[in-house]
C-alpha cells in the first residue's frame, strides 16, 4: 500500500522504512526474537508498511518510545479504518453521493472491495477508485464536519482543508474538470421503475449535503441491471 500525498511534516513511504529500520536496531537480538518482530527488518520492503506498524507498535509500545513518524502513519491508518466505516454506514442507510469536479460519485454494492463510481461513466475522469481515497471529493470536508472527524481529517489530509477555503474565498475561481453541464429540468420517475426499485430493495434517493435527493433513472436502471 503507498502512502499518498501525506502531510509534509512527514516522511514518505521510502524514508519511513529507514527510520522503522533504526528504531528496531535499539533492540537487541534477543527482544526482537522475544516480540517476535526480528524477522521484519528482513522483509520491511516487501511487507505492506501499515500492517508493519501496527505489528511494531502492538508489541513494543511498552518498551521503548516510538518515533512521532511510527506513531503518526499508525494514527493514520486507524483514521481511514473510521471513515471507511462511517461511509459505509451511511450509505446503508442513506445512499449518500461524494462530489468531484463537476461530476457525482457514489459506492457501488456490487464490487468488493467497495469502490466509488460516476454516475456518468463515459464522461467522468475517474472511474473505480477505493474508499481509502476518499479525500479527493470536493466536498468530503463537510462530510467530515458534520460527524466531528474535520479536525482529525486536517492533521492527515490537510489538502481537505486547502479545498475548503477555496469555496469560501472571495478570490476563488475553483477548477473543474470535464465539461461543464447546462441544467436541466429533471423528468420524474416512472412509476415502472418505482415499483421495480421497491421489488428489489432499492432506495429511490440518496442524501447530498444533508439533504434528499432522488437519482436519476439511469442510475436506478443500473442497479436494478446489476440485481438481476
Known sequence: MSLRKVNPKFPDEKSLQFIIIKYLSKFSEKELKEMNIKELRQHILNYDIYKVIDHIVWKTRMKKKIPKEIMYYHGKKNFDETVKTKILTDNFFDNIMFKLGNFDYYISDDNLPHV???VDEHNAPYVGFPIKEFYRFDDIGEYLQERGLLDE????YP???????RKISPFSNP?????KKKKKKKKKLSSNIKKKCKKKGIRLTYKRNGKRVYKSEKVLKKQLSNRT
Open 116 to 118: 466509488f463510481l460516476p
Open 153 to 156: 481529517a486536517l492533521i492527515y
Open 175 to 179: 477548477i473543474h474538470f470535464g465539461k
Open 159 to 165: 489538502q481537505i482543508g486547502e479545498k475548503m477555503l
